[in-house]
């Protein structure tokens, strides 16, 4: 396994991250996994015994049910708490009231408390805003994620699926009032879906702030098990549950060539997916989730997978993103 610094602390966090998505398949998750405590425990201790620090999961994830999975587990295996960094998140419905989601310090104060009785620890190590919350003032939640740090509930504090001038805003505020600023940002990418690149990830590199990726295989697309045709070589939540908008053409051009470098090299379209994420300097830690230990096990080869440089600008080639503006300008300007 390999550990990178997690954004501009001193906190070391394995570069492939155990999700938990998979865990409990309560709700709208059972699409994306129905897995027990058995087998949850299975997976926990294949990722740990490799040397996968790094767990992420949500409140929201099946309900409750993937915190109390991670919890049990990490209780059964008898693994020492503070050898792990646990991270969650904060801000998706958890109920039918009007104040049970969101960012305001009530919800949050809530929250934290929830998932900390689930998780059975008395310390989260990142706490997540799951989302961009545009009612609720930054400040309030700022102050309320600064006093978790303050109380000792919470180390870090992260952010998820926000723009880059949000997370700018978020930044500009902590440094105003002297609060805990976001230390890092949950966001999807993937060599298919590459738009982070426009502005999300020259914010994160100019403010130091870490990436983790989730869905780094599309919700599945690039998994290896799909056709240009539509047709599958095994069952996948791709064709099930995706909500992930990709130019499929594009895709499966790319998809092309992932299945000839993969018969070169000896590996399989999933690990040269996940291992392109790897070697993306941005990139902090990948974020995989598993139904089956097989997949777990072809994951977490990535982790060894090289490229040439060749290889490295045949994959840029095919999946690059065309120019906008203004980049077509700064690219003009610097010719």
Known sequence: MKYKVLGNTGLTVSTLCLGTMTFGGKGIYQVVGTLGQTAVDELFKRAVDVGINFIDTANIYSEGMSEELTGQAIRNLGLKRDDLVIATKVCAAMGPGVNDRGLSRKHIMQQVEASLKRLNTDYIDLYQAHAYDPVVPLEETLRAFDD????????????????????????????????????????????????????????????????????????????????????????????????????????????????????????????????????????????????????????????????????????????????????????????
């Open 148 to 335: 978790l740090v303050t109380s000792g509930k919470v180390r870090y504090i992260g952010a998820s699926n926000n723009g880059a001038w949000h997370l700018m805003k978020a930044l500009a505020c902590a440094e105003k009032y002297k609060l805990q600023p976001y230390i890092s940002m949950q966001s999807h990418y993937s060599i298919a879906t590459r738009e982070l690149e426009r502005e999300i990830i020259p914010a994160l590199t100019d403010q130091n702030v870490g990436l983790m990726v989730w869905s780094p295989l599309c919700a599945g697309l690039l998994s290896g098990k799909y056709k240009r045709n539509g047709e599958a070589t095994e069952a996948g939540r791709y064709k099930q549950y995706s909500f992930i908008p990709v130019n499929t053409e594009r895709a499966f051009n790319i998809l092309d060539v992932l299945h000839a470098m993969a018969a070169e090299k000896g590996t399989t379209v999933a690990q040269l997916s996940l291992a392109w994420l790897l070697h993306q300097p941005a990139v902090t830690s990948v974020i995989i989730g598993a139904n089956k230990l097989s997949q777990l096990d072809d994951n977490l080869q990535s982790i060894d997978v090289q490229f040439t440089a060749e290889e490295l600008q045949k994959l840029d080639e095919v999946s690059k993103l065309s120019v906008e503006y203004p980049n077509w300008i700064f690219n003009w300007r610097n010719r």
